[in-house]
């Protein structure tokens, strides 16, 4: 699905990524591939991604669909808010929910493994931002230029003690979750 994501991106995006440095080279933004050329290839990883997830518990299923909203419109995020890189956190975190429910694991019925998928789910969100915020940097420039909005240009004096903070938040939130779960010395040290 995140390869799903990344393509639904590029198509979203083809006009924005030819005037940015580090993505005007993809094959979308320099023509290589047409737009219906990456529909198609969008179509099969969906597909693709439907065979898998059809393996899984209805319950894991069903986990899974809202997702779908998430990844066919993150890219409008940057168009509308500076916090593009929270949308995509929630977005390709949302592997994050599924491991209870892919075990057979109600997250409604259960309190205990809802709130250790949360804490993961939230850990995995702040790692997006973190990673993303210096991505977003590297496009600083072009962005500003193109009217791409971006945390890194919303905050960007600030960047040090933000992205200090997601790391220290994400690491915490994922002890939190090890913890809740009875995860042995292993989990903290890996």
């Known amino acids: 699905m995140r390869g799903a994501g990344c393509t639904i991106n590029d198509l979203w995006d083809r006009n ?3 005037h940015v440095t580090r993505t005007r080279l993809r094959p979308i933004a320099r023509g290589a591939i047409t737009p219906p050329q990456a529909l198609t290839f969008t179509v099969a990883q969906l597909l ?28 409008l995020a940057k168009r509308i808010t500076h916090y593009p890189q929270f949308i ?8 994050a929910l ?10 409604l019925t259960d309190p205990l493994a809802l709130n250790a998928s949360a804490l993961l789910y939230a850990s ?3 790692w997006t931002v973190l990673y993303d915020m210096i991505y977003a940097h590297m496009d600083i420039r072009d962005d500003a230029k193109a009217g791409i909005k971006s945390i890194a240009l919303r905050h960007e004096p600030d960047t040090k003690t933000i992205l200090s903070a ?6 915490s939130l994922l002890g939190c979750s090890g913890w809740m779960v009875g995860s042995g010395p292993v989990f903290y040290i890996g």
Do not use: E, K
């Open 16 to 18: 924005l990524d030819p």
């Open 88 to 95: 995509l956190g929630l977005t390709f975190s949302w592997g």
């Open 48 to 75: 693709t991604g439907l065979a898998i997830l059809l393996q899984f518990p209805t319950s894991a299923i069903l986990t899974a669909i809202p997702s779908l909203l998430l990844v066919a419109t993150y890219p």
């Open 166 to 171: 997601l790391a220290v938040l994400q690491i």
């Open 98 to 107: 599924l491991g209870f429910p892919a075990l057979g694991t109600n997250l």
């Open 124 to 126: 995995c969100v702040s």
